[in-house]
């Protein structure tokens, strides 16, 4: 009997003190469901192989589809650990999601809280929709990634379809999109570029058309100072209509023109 009580603390010893964790099956095909109330899919998750533990579960080569009314959104990961009592799902190693609607998005680590309806990160994020690319320092989203805040170091590019035209804008962040509204919202040491000039604000929101796919004017505030060649223009707001390539000027706007030199022959 002290033999058995002596190996039994030993053992509990050795493990930590948090008791045993044995490995309960190794599933290849690994394959995970849920259906809404009305019958109706709303997420799936699948491996090429899962180690299955008590509340844990690893998955290989992982999977995920999460199915709204109006697109899906795919996620895949090379490995993934799926806490099943929080339907907590941490992703990592060639993270990727793209949705039906021609989002894509590429990072090293997400987690996924399936109860909260949220994703995260912490590390570098590559997010691509039509002619407008982000790059940012960590992200949160709702899983149908309708509505994204970046946290930092924000830089976004917008192509044109039919020119190499090209508009940058850069922050330093948090940057908040929420595609239902059309809009983005830049906060803190935002830098406006295009081949026309250069615009630095405090603050801008840019409006997108319609189909997400270009950018139909943006709205600067705070301290703007706008930079055309030599020529440098300040206001306090100032709205920019890329159809008509037009800017309009609020709030004290003033104007400064440095003379080009002139060079004469003799």
Same mark, same amino acid.
Not at 69 to 98: C, F, P, Q
Not at 163 to 168: E, G, N
Not at 189 to 207: F, L, N, T
Not at 236 to 263: C, M
């Given at each position: 009997m002290v033999l058995k009580s002596i190996v039994f603390l030993l053992l509990f010893s050795l493990l930590g003190g948090k008791g045993f964790v044995f490995s /309960? /099956?190794?599933?290849? #095909?690994?394959y995970?469901? %849920?259906? /809404?109330?009305? #019958?109706? $899919?709303?997420?799936?998750?699948?491996?090429?192989?899962a180690k299955v533990y008590q509340n844990l579960v690893e998955i290989f080569d992982m999977e995920a589809k999460y199915f709204r009314k109006d697109r899906m959104i795919d996620i895949k990961a090379d490995k993934g650990?799926?806490?099943? +009592?929080?339907?907590?799902?941490?992703? +990592?190693? %060639?993270?990727?999601?793209?949705?039906?609607? #021609? !989002?894509?998005?590429?990072?090293?680590? !997400?987690?996924?809280? $399936? %109860?909260?309806?949220?994703?995260?990160? /912490?590390? $570098?994020?590559?997010?691509?929709?039509?002619?407008?690319?982000? +790059?940012a320092q960590g992200m949160q989203a709702n899983t149908s990634l309708e509505k994204v805040d970046f946290k930092k170091d924000v830089k976004i590019k917008f192509s044109k379809e039919d020119a190499p035209q090209m508009i940058t804008i850069d922050c330093k962040g948090p940057l908040e999109i929420n595609y239902k509204k059309g809009e983005a919202i830049f906060k803190s040491q935002v830098i406006v570029e295009s081949e026309e000039g250069k615009m630095i604000a405090d603050r801008a929101i840019v409006y997108f058309t319609k189909d997400s796919k270009s950018i139909e004017r943006i709205v600067a505030e705070g301290n703007v100072k706008i930079y055309r060649g030599a020529n440098v223009t300040f206001a306090q707001k100032a709205t920019y209509l890329n159809e008509e390539k037009k800017i309009i000027l609020e709030g004290r706007p003033r104007l400064i023109l440095f003379p080009q030199k002139v060079s004469s022959k003799d």
């Amino acid at each position: 009997m002290v033999l058995k009580s002596i190996v039994f603390l030993l053992l509990f010893s050795l493990l930590g003190g948090k008791g045993f964790v044995f490995s /309960q /099956q190794t599933i290849k #095909g690994f394959y995970l469901s %849920n259906f /809404q109330s009305n #019958g109706t $899919k709303d997420w799936e998750l699948k491996g090429r192989e899962a180690k299955v533990y008590q509340n844990l579960v690893e998955i290989f080569d992982m999977e995920a589809k999460y199915f709204r009314k109006d697109r899906m959104i795919d996620i895949k990961a090379d490995k993934g650990k799926l806490n099943r +009592e929080r339907m907590r799902t941490y992703l +990592e190693d %060639n993270v990727k999601i793209r949705s039906s609607d #021609g !989002l894509s998005l590429f990072t090293n680590s !997400l987690i996924w809280l $399936k %109860n909260a309806n949220l994703i995260n990160t /912490q590390d $570098k994020v590559v997010l691509t929709k039509g002619t407008m690319t982000i +790059e940012a320092q960590g992200m949160q989203a709702n899983t149908s990634l309708e509505k994204v805040d970046f946290k930092k170091d924000v830089k976004i590019k917008f192509s044109k379809e039919d020119a190499p035209q090209m508009i940058t804008i850069d922050c330093k962040g948090p940057l908040e999109i929420n595609y239902k509204k059309g809009e983005a919202i830049f906060k803190s040491q935002v830098i406006v570029e295009s081949e026309e000039g250069k615009m630095i604000a405090d603050r801008a929101i840019v409006y997108f058309t319609k189909d997400s796919k270009s950018i139909e004017r943006i709205v600067a505030e705070g301290n703007v100072k706008i930079y055309r060649g030599a020529n440098v223009t300040f206001a306090q707001k100032a709205t920019y209509l890329n159809e008509e390539k037009k800017i309009i000027l609020e709030g004290r706007p003033r104007l400064i023109l440095f003379p080009q030199k002139v060079s004469s022959k003799d």
